[in-house]
């Protein structure tokens, strides 16, 4: 192994594997560490883990945990990915398991970049925009565990890193890889360990990817990977694929913007049911009753928990946030078990906390890369008898659920 990943959600990391599995890169996803080794001809492995919301101190052990298995298998690079929109909180988590991993592979000139401009994310002067909106203006201030309230990503990772934080500005950017490495090399010579780098487009990936050659440690978006390939020889390939037929259901549990337009849109053309949070919580509704409607419905239904904003703020300060969230999680890893149980072949998810619950409902060790969606989201294997679309929340087009379906089947 070559290239070692390490992703703070599964949503992300089945993106990242599908960017680096494009480039040429023959790649595993993994559902949490290995028990054993890789298999030999794995030049990408990336470690999915469950660690963007949870404790500081948590995160940090199981990021290093990773890196340690990653590193036994001889990879060269380290690759720590987040969220194209930097969830997080003024604690953490990115900047503490980033300060973690840096000391650990005695890493400087580390670069952060969560830009991803095929789903509209890009970063100019430090701030990150979503589309031509600035971070907090886009939706993701009303994020229900992250809400992201500052748009310069110097300003929101400086309380969470020990380290000063610096900037490689989008003029350095433009003049190419030659340009990038001299601005990372006076950020650190004036004492930034950590570097915000400007990107506005592909072009500019793939140019911080050339003079990130050698890095023992970049973060970022799966975006930041377009560029990485080629460093170890690789060239861009098509992605195999075998379709699945059988049945087909979706489960939601984002309140993103673009997962409620999605969910709208789905819902006018096909089986839809509502999961209120609060039946949930309270005991109301269970797991098992979802599970069966979704099994008796034909065609794509959806079962969705994808509140606006204040339903949902209203709902945490009920019940507490942490409490409302784990329910609910533990709900939809519920309703997936008793799915597959029941027959469903095609599983969609929307939402990173949804997927996790999902992926870890399931027990899914491995997951092998199929072709993109949507930018940022491929379709995934995950057994003989098993394939998944696994959406983060702001990712996909308003018909998302239509085409992941299609494509899991091996649709054009």
């Known amino acids: 192994m070559r290239l070692g990943c390490i992703g703070d959600d599964f949503t992300g990391s089945s993106d990242l594997a599908n960017t680096l599995a494009k480039g040429g890169m023959r790649v595993v996803q993994y559902t949490g560490i290995p028990d054993g080794p890789a298999a030999p001809w794995v030049e990408a492995g990336v470690v ?7 404790p500081v101190k948590e995160a940090v052990r199981q990021s290093l945990a990773a890196l340690d298995w990653l590193r036994a298998q001889g990879c060269e690079q380290i690759l720590f990915k987040y969220c194209s929109t930097f969830d997080s909180t003024p604690e953490g988590n990115i900047g503490p398991v980033a300060d973690a991993l840096a000391e650990a592979l005695d890493a400087r000139k580390v670069i952060v970049c969560p830009a991803f401009p095929g789903t509209g994310r890009s970063i100019y002067q430090g701030h990150l925009f979503v589309a031509d909106r600035l971070l907090n203006e886009c939706g993701m201030q009303n994020h229900p565990l992250t809400p992201m309230t500052d748009p310069d990503i110097r300003r929101w990772l400086a309380p969470q890193t020990r380290h000063r ?5 989008a003029g350095d950017v433009f003049a190419g890889p030659e340009r990038i490495a001299a601005a990372l090399e006076a950020q650190d010579a004036a004492g930034h360990r950590l570097i915000v780098v400007d990107a506005l487009r592909d072009a500019d990936l793939v140019a911080i990817g050339a003079a990130a050659k050698g890095l023992p440690l970049i973060t970022g978006g799966s975006g930041i990977a377009i560029g990485l390939p080629a460093n170890f020889g690789c060239t861009p390939a098509p992605v195999p694929w075998q379709g699945q037929g059988g049945r087909a259901a979706v489960l939601s549990g984002s309140c993103s913007t673009a997962t409620r337009a999605q969910v709208a849109h789905h819902a006018a053309r096909h089986p839809a049911r509502e999961i209120p949070a609060e039946e949930v919580i309270e005991g109301r ?6 599970a069966d409607w979704i099994l008796a419905q034909e065609g794509l239904p959806l079962a969705y928990s994808s509140a606006d904003p204040a339903e949902v703020a209203r709902v945490q300060e009920r019940h507490g946030r942490a409490h409302a969230a784990e329910t609910l999680e533990a709900c939809f890893a519920e309703i997936a078990r008793r799915l597959v149980a029941g027959g469903i072949t095609r599983l969609i998810t929307a939402g990173g906390e949804t997927s996790g619950a999902v992926v870890e409902g399931l027990q899914l060790g491995t997951l092998d890369i199929g072709p993109e969606i949507d930018p940022g989201v491929p379709a995934l294997r995950a057994g003989p008898d098993l394939v998944v679309a696994l959406k983060s929340g702001n990712f996909g087009a308003v018909d998302f659920f239509e085409k992941a379906d299609a494509r899991l089947q091996g649709l054009p």
Do not use: Q
């Open 48 to 54: 999915a883990l469950k660690t963007r919301s949870i």
């Open 285 to 290: 509704l269970s797991a098992a009753e979802i």
């Open 165 to 169: 934080v610096g900037h490689v500005a």
